[in-house]
C-alpha cells in the first residue's frame, strides 16, 4: 500500500513534467523570435530529462517490471496524474508564458522542500531540477512582467490568460491521502508554505506587471491528479503516444 | 598490439581526458567534471571498468553521446568490459569546471561562469544580482543578457555593448 502511495506521487511529478514539456516542444519552430523558440525547447528539454528521473523512480517504486517508456507512451489519459494546468492549450504567447509561470513559482518551493526528502532518491532528482527550474522561473517571471507592463495589446491578453488559467492553479496545493501518507513518511519534506510562497510570488510579479491578481478563493477545477483531465489530454497523447501505438515496441 | 588487461586506474582517466564533450569538443569530460569516478570491479571473473558519470542537465541530448564516446574511448585502449553508471546526487555543478577548462573555454569565445554557484534564493525580483560576464572577444564588462538560455542548456546568450559581439555565457549552475 505504501509504495501504491509512492508509486502515485511520483507519476503526479513525472507527468506534469512529461506533458508541459510536450506542450513547450510543440512550439519548437514557432515561436515569435529566435531566442523564446530556443529557450521553450531549452525548458522542455529540462522538465523532460526531470520526467524520465521521476518516471524511472516510479517504475522501479511500482515493482512491476514497467519502465519509464513504457509509463509514457502505454498509458492512456485516465491513468495520468498531471495537473490539468499544463495540458491546457499553448494558445497565445501570453496563455504559454503565464501557464510556465503558475507552474515555475508552484515547482520551484516545492522541489526545494523535496530536497529534503526522507527519499534520498528523491531528494537527489529534487536537488538537480531544482537548478533547473530557477533559470525557469527567472525568464517566466520577467516575461510576464515584459508582457503585462508592455503594450495595451500584451496587457489585456496576459491579463485574459491570467483569468482564463487560474482555475486550474487551485490543484497544486490540494492535499489528498496520497500527499498525507508521503507527507506522514517526511517524503515531501517542509512542503507546508507552499501556497503562501507561490502566493506571493504571484503577487510579486503581478504587481511589477500591472496585472490584477485573480481572487484566491475563487472556484477551482480539479481532477488531474486523480486521472480526471479535460478533454486536450486525449490529444496531447495521441500524438506523443502515436509511434509506440502504432509500432508496439518499436525502438532506435 | 598487446594491451594490458586491467589498466591502472589514472591511465583509463588520462583516457578519459582525452574524450571531447560532444557540444563544447574544446573542453573534455573530464574537464567539465562529468567523469566522478573509474574503478575495476569484478564481474564473475573478468575485471570490467565502472565509469561513474553526473549528467549536467537533467534532460542534456548530448549525455547518451557521452556514454556512447566513453565505451568507444576505452574499447580503443583495449578495455573490452565497460559499464557506466549514473550518478545525480551531489547534482552536477559548474564549480566542478577546473581553471584550465575556464581558460580554455574563454579562448574557444564562450565566456566561464561567473561566478561560484547560482544564488538559487535570489529568484525573487527584489533581490536579484545578475553576474557581471566580461566579454570573452575583447573584455569589455559592458555586456548584456538577451536570453538565459542558448544553443545548449549550460549556455545563456550575451551580448557585448562596446565591440557589439554576441557571444555564449557557460551559466552558472
Redesign the interface.
Known amino acids: 500500500m505504501a509504495a501504491n502511495e509512492k508509486f502515485d506521487y511520483l507519476l503526479r511529478l513525472g507527468d506534469s513534467t512529461l506533458i508541459l514539456s510536450q506542450r513547450l516542444a510543440e512550439w519548437c519552430g514557432r515561436a515569435p523570435a529566435l531566442e523564446e523558440d530556443i529557450a521553450l525547447a531549452n525548458v522542455a528539454l529540462d522538465l523532460i530529462g526531470q520526467a524520465r528521473l521521476w518516471l524511472a523512480c516510479a517504475a522501479e517504486v511500482e515493482g512491476e517490471g514497467r519502465t519509464e517508456d513504457q509509463l509514457a507512451f502505454l498509458r492512456d489519459a485516465h491513468d495520468f496524474r498531471n495537473l490539468l494546468l499544463v495540458e491546457q492549450p499553448n494558445g497565445n504567447y501570453a496563455d504559454t508564458i503565464v501557464r510556465q509561470f503558475f507552474f515555475d513559482a508552484w515547482q520551484y518551493p516545492l522541489l526545494q522542500a523535496l530536497t529534503a526528502s526522507s527519499d534520498q532518491r528523491i531528494a537527489g532528482i529534487a536537488a538537480k531540477a531544482v537548478k533547473e527550474v530557477a533559470y525557469h522561473l527567472r525568464r517566466s517571471g520577467d516575461l510576464v512582467i515584459r508582457m503585462g507592463d508592455g503594450t495595451a495589446e500584451s496587457h489585456d491578453k496576459t491579463q485574459a490568460a491570467a483569468d482564463k488559467l487560474w482555475m486550474y492553479t487551485g490543484e497544486m496545493f490540494e492535499r489528498d491521502g496520497v500527499d498525507e501518507a508521503m507527507a506522514a513518511q517526511g517524503v515531501t519534506g517542509n512542503a507546508g508554505a507552499l501556497r503562501e510562497t507561490w502566493l506571493a510570488h504571484v503577487r510579486e510579479v503581478f504587481a511589477g506587471a500591472t496585472l490584477i491578481v485573480p481572487a484566491p478563493d475563487a472556484w477551482m477545477q480539479t481532477g488531474g491528479r486523480r486521472g480526471r483531465h479535460t478533454e486536450n489530454l486525449g490529444y496531447i497523447l495521441a500524438e506523443m503516444q502515436f509511434l509506440q501505438r502504432a509500432y508496439p515496441g518499436a525502438q532506435w | 598490439m598487446a594491451t594490458d588487461p586491467v589498466p591502472a586506474v589514472a591511465r583509463v582517466w588520462t583516457w578519459l581526458a582525452e574524450v571531447p564533450d560532444p557540444e563544447i569538443p574544446v573542453l573534455s569530460i573530464v574537464d567539465l567534471g562529468i567523469v566522478r569516478e573509474v574503478a575495476w570491479s569484478d564481474a564473475e571473473g573478468r575485471a570490467e571498468c565502472v565509469v561513474t558519470i553526473t549528467p549536467t ?5 548530448a549525455t547518451a553521446v557521452i556514454a556512447e564516446s566513453i565505451v568507444v574511448a576505452l574499447h580503443d585502449h583495449g578495455v573490452a568490459d565497460v559499464r557506466l553508471e549514473t550518478r ?6 559548474t564549480d566542478w569546471l577546473s581553471d584550465a577548462a575556464k581558460r580554455k573555454l574563454k579562448q574557444y569565445g564562450i565566456a566561464p561562469p561567473a561566478q561560484q554557484v ?1 544564488a ?1 534564493s535570489a ?4 533581490a536579484r544580482s545578475d553576474p557581471i560576464v566580461p566579454c570573452p572577444r575583447c573584455g569589455s564588462t559592458k555586456t548584456q543578457c ?6 545548449t ?1 549550460c549556455k545563456a ?1 550575451y551580448r557585448c555593448l562596446d565591440c557589439l559581439e554576441p557571444f555564449d555565457y557557460f ?1 552558472c ?1
Do not use: E, L, N
Request: proline share 11%; net charge positive.
Open positions: 542537465y537533467s534532460g542534456c541530448p545525480i546526487a551531489p547534482a552536477w555543478t547560482v538559487i529568484i525573487g525580483r527584489g538577451t536570453s538565459q538560455f542558448g544553443s542548456p546568450m551559466k549552475h
